[in-house]
């Protein structure tokens, strides 16, 4: 079979749309025709790519599989508000295998083709798109040394916009019988991770700490979400933050850094008799998630810090007052008014310490689509 430069072999003539190709009726009879010659899948087991070489192949399977991870203690109900993950390690492997399919290389070794099925597919919440998309994804051309991503919620999100179900066709995962793969993106849960090599290389990813595993639940949240928390996007990070003005924050208190977070967590309870150096490590990454986990932004319209020292200050005159006041109806009225004056304080605590919990249900296109390429 021909295949030509930079893309998977020519299955079907097609007519650009933007960076996609949108299948014409007779030739997605062709594709039709030759589909024994793809592998159509939606979920599965986890799929490395050819690129891999053994060790590395070696690596991120036993990251995928949790191997020579320990069970956890048991969760807090605020740890369960934050990823819903059970604390064996077979809750912990479902959790992942609902959310991770396909691990490709960096993206400048992949080869693929972005094809569009259909028009005017019925996509739920269809007015409702994350805030500022584009910066928060832009995922394809994300090939910095290192980088880890998640590109399905960007792919699930281009269908999105132009209402047509988007299919991921690679040869990355190819073999003689299947040598290429489709990939319909009917959620953003279809799975497809982007890992450079680089980054398996690295010590702290291939030792017995598990680094790896917690980036890939990291990257697995960002299959999560609908409406405008469609991938739970990172935000960007306030001035006085470490990662000043980069989007490597979160606003939410379930999101990808969350879980990051717990995750580390959670392993240094389970590693009481990792050595020292091991345990430090996982320490550090648990901070240094957490650090990203911001405040929530469900507060009230007003400044709420400036409230609260308004109020306290209030509190303080009429302290003073109250100790040289003399007539018992005004001490009443001024203790009154302290009450209600501290009562208003701890409402406003309670509000601007509020924990935001966002939904983490994926969205999915009509059942037709779906049922279309094999997923019911």
Request: aromatic content about 8%; proline content about 5%; overall charge negative.
């Amino acid at each position: 079979m021909e295949k030509s430069t930079g893309f998977a072999p020519k299955l079907a003539q097609s007519v650009n749309v933007g960076d996609m190709k949108c299948l014409s009726a007779p030739n997605l009879l062709k594709l039709l025709l030759i589909l024994p010659l793809l592998q159509v899948s939606t979920s599965h087991a986890f799929q490395i790519a050819n690129e891999f070489n053994e060790k590395e192949k070696q690596i991120l399977t036993n990251a995928l599989n949790l191997e020579e991870e320990k069970s956890w203690q048991e969760l807090t109900k605020e740890q369960r508000e934050i990823g819903n993950i059970g604390p064996t390690i077979d809750q912990r492997h479902q959790w992942l295998k609902k959310r991770i399919n396909w691990i490709l290389p960096a993206m400048e070794k992949v080869d693929y083709q972005l094809l569009s099925y259909g028009l005017n597919i019925p996509y739920p919440f269809e007015d409702r798109l994350p805030p500022l998309q584009e910066d928060n994804f832009n995922i394809l051309s994300d090939s910095r040394p290192g980088t880890i991503r998640n590109l399905s919620p960007e792919l699930y999100l281009q269908g999105k916009k132009t209402k047509s179900l988007i299919l991921f066709r690679t040869t990355n995962f190819g073999n003689l019988e299947k040598p290429v793969h489709l990939i319909p993106l009917h959620s953003p849960r279809a799975g497809i991770i982007s890992l450079d090599q680089e980054a398996i290389g690295s010590e702290t990813f291939s030792s017995k700490v598990p680094v790896l595993s917690s980036i890939l639940f990291h990257e697995a949240r960002h299959g999560d979400g609908h409406a405008e928390n469609l991938g739970f996007p990172h935000s960007v990070c306030p001035r006085d933050h470490d990662y000043s003005g980069q989007k490597a924050c979160d606003r939410t208190s379930n999101g990808a850094y969350a879980i990051s977070a717990l995750y580390f967590e959670k392993s240094l309870e389970a590693c009481s008799s990792c050595k020292e150096g091991d345990k430090e490590v996982l320490r550090f990454f648990q901070i240094e998630s957490q650090n990203r986990v911001l405040p929530s932004l469900k507060r009230l319209s007003l400044n709420t810090l400036d409230e609260i020292h308004r109020l306290e200050n209030q509190i303080n005159n009429l302290s003073r007052l109250y100790f040289s006041e003399t007539d018992e109806q005004k001490l009443n009225e001024i203790r009154d008014k302290i009450y209600k004056y501290h009562d208003e304080i701890q409402q406003l605590e309670k509000r601007r310490n509020a924990k935001q919990i966002l939904d983490p249900s994926p969205e999915k296109v009509s059942t037709h689509e779906r049922r279309f390429f094999g997923e019911e």
